[in-house]
């Protein structure tokens, strides 16, 4: 498996954008699907979107789809989640997690970011 560690969050206006970085060790990263989650204070963690290690391929939740995107680099073994229009219900905890290929489940997570968006 691969170890994860996320960057990049903090406290942002309503309406502004942050990037969150997520570094894989490991030389097999190109073989991993990369997802992001969030969990809010007092409720589950959240499913956000991922990126296939197939040509790349990226799925949304609804409630993120068109203001947030994922995107990998596999020569920096990083995948990062660009995150446009932020609102007061996107304040979470963010966790990247990692899929090998061939894999059930997300063996892999990181130690979380948190994102906080103010009103």
């Known amino acids: 498996q691969v170890q994860l560690v996320e960057s990049g969050g903090g406290l942002v206006q309503a309406g502004g954008s942050l990037r969150l970085s997520c570094a894989a060790s490991g030389r097999t990263f190109s073989s991993y699907t990369m997802a992001w989650f969030r969990q809010a204070p007092g409720k589950e963690r959240e499913f956000v979107g991922f990126t296939s290690y197939i040509g790349g391929r990226t799925y949304y939740a609804d409630s993120v789809k068109g203001r947030f995107t994922i995107s990998r680099d596999n020569d920096k073994n990083t995948v990062y989640l660009q995150m446009n229009s932020l609102k007061p219900e996107d304040t979470a905890v963010y966790y990247c997690?990692?899929?090998?290929?061939?894999?059930?489940?997300?063996?892999?997570w990181g130690q979380g970011t948190q994102v906080t968006v103010s009103s």
């Open positions: 997690a990692a899929q090998r290929a061939g894999s059930a489940d997300f063996g892999s």
